[in-house]
C-alpha cells in the first residue's frame, strides 16, 4: 500500500475547525483513503473514507485534492473529546488490511 | 460501545508462558482482525479470518497464531512470551470480507514480567 505523511501534532481551540491534512503523493487509483482517531486508551475508531469525491458525515468532513494526491479531515468544529491521534491511511479495494503509521496527535484547548 | 468485545482487559504473565485472548465480533461482522499496539512499534496488523477463513496475515510472529470459531469469535493465542510482547492487543470486526475493520475494541493489556 502506499505511504502517507502527516503532521506529527497539531493544536486547536475548541468550537474551532480543525483542518489535518495528509499526503499520499504515490496514491493508486484504486487506493482508497480511510482516517480513524484513537483517543486515550480507547482502540481505533473509523472515522471517514473516501475515493474521489468528497464525503461528509456526522463525524466530520474528507477533502480530497482533485489529483488524489493529498486529503484534509475537516473537523467542523472541535471539541475537547476531539483530542486524539488521527490516522490517515490508504488501502487498495482488495486489501483487508489497514497499516496504521502514526498518525497526527491533535490537542484542544478550552 | 463499539460492540467488539475483547477479553480479559489486563493480563500479566511472566516470560515463557502462553496466554490465550478472545474476542467477540459485533453482531452479524463476519469479518475479524488482530492488531498489536506497542509503544515503539504502533499498530501493527497481525492477522484477518473470515467467517472462519484466515484471509491475510501480518507482521504476526510464529509463536502467535488465532483462530475464529464457527460462531464467529476469535481467539489469538500468544506462547513462549517474551518481554517484548507486552503490548495492547486491539480486535476489530467489520461486516463483509473487502470491508475495513469498522469496529475496534477496547483492546487487551498484556504485561510479560
Known amino acids: 500500500d502506499a505511504k502517507t505523511t502527516q503532521p506529527n501534532s497539531m493544536e486547536s481551540n475548541e468550537e474551532e475547525p480543525v483542518h489535518l491534512p495528509c499526503n499520499h503523493s504515490?496514491?493508486?487509483?484504486?487506493?482508497?483513503i480511510h482516517w480513524y482517531r484513537q483517543l486515550p486508551s480507547q482502540g481505533p475508531e473509523y472515522v471517514i473514507h473516501g475515493l474521489t469525491s468528497n464525503v461528509n458525515n456526522r463525524m466530520a468532513s474528507l477533502a480530497i485534492a482533485e489529483d488524489r494526491k493529498s486529503s484534509t479531515l475537516i473537523l467542523h468544529r472541535a471539541t475537547l473529546r476531539d483530542a486524539a491521534v488521527y490516522y490517515c491511511?490508504?488501502?487498495?479495494?482488495?486489501?483487508?488490511?489497514?497499516?496504521f503509521g502514526k498518525g497526527t496527535t491533535l490537542s484542544v484547548s478550552s | 460501545d463499539s460492540g467488539v468485545t475483547q477479553t480479559p482487559k489486563h493480563l500479566i504473565t511472566a516470560t515463557g508462558q502462553r496466554v490465550t485472548l478472545r474476542c467477540s465480533p459485533r453482531s452479524g461482522d463476519l469479518s475479524v482482525y488482530w492488531y498489536q499496539q506497542s509503544l515503539d512499534q504502533g499498530l501493527q496488523f497481525l492477522i484477518h479470518?473470515?467467517?472462519?477463513?484466515?484471509?491475510a496475515k501480518g507482521n504476526i510472529l510464529e509463536r502467535f497464531s488465532a483462530q475464529q470459531f464457527p460462531d464467529l469469535h476469535s481467539e489469538l493465542n500468544l506462547s513462549s512470551l517474551e518481554l517484548g510482547d507486552s503490548a495492547l492487543y486491539f480486535c476489530?470486526?467489520?461486516?463483509?470480507?473487502?470491508?475495513?475493520?469498522?469496529?475496534f475494541g477496547d483492546g487487551t493489556r498484556l504485561s510479560i514480567l
Open positions: 504515490t496514491i493508486s487509483g484504486t487506493d482508497y
Open positions: 491511511i490508504l488501502s487498495s479495494q482488495a486489501g483487508t488490511a489497514l497499516i
Open positions: 479470518y473470515y467467517n472462519g477463513e484466515e484471509r
Open positions: 476489530a470486526s467489520s461486516a463483509g470480507l473487502w470491508d475495513q475493520p469498522q469496529h
